[in-house]
């Protein structure tokens, strides 16, 4: 996956791995650990890389299936579009009948768009 995704200097810069594969990719490090700085060394790591790139685990992938997946994201291509009359408006303060407080709604709208879909990638498992 990662060398259809690399394209001179664009590369997933983050790649996210559900359970199974997190596992499998982490203790296949474990025998090839360098440790370059010793604070991290010794307070633990909270990631891991390949190459360039942040490997983490995710726990939502398997939120709704069974199938393993691994998703490699080149973030120079995500984005947030906001909808520009859904920018954090104030409607007014409602008071609910059932509880003395009052409520104050704020409305956002948006999406996460991807403006190049070929420099993203995911891998599954579905056995």
């Not at 991290?40 to 939502?60: C, E, H, P, R, W």
Request: proline letters at 2%.
């Amino acid at each position: 996956m990662w060398l259809t995704l690399n394209r001179g200097a664009d590369k997933p810069d983050l790649i996210t791995f559900s359970h199974d594969f997190y596992s499998l990719y982490e203790t296949g490090e474990q025998q090839l650990q360098r440790y370059m700085d010793a604070d991290m060394a010794q307070s633990g790591f909270i990631g891991l890389k390949y190459k360039t790139a942040d490997v983490i685990f995710d726990d939502n992938t398997n939120f709704t299936t069974t199938a393993e997946k691994g998703y490699f994201l080149n973030s120079d291509y995500l984005y947030v579009d906001q909808h520009k009359e859904a920018q954090w408006t104030q409607d007014d303060e409602k008071k609910p009948v059932n509880q003395d407080a009052v409520v104050i709604p704020f409305y956002w709208m948006g999406n996460l768009v991807c403006s190049n879909r070929s420099l993203q990638g995911v891998i599954f498992d579905a056995a």
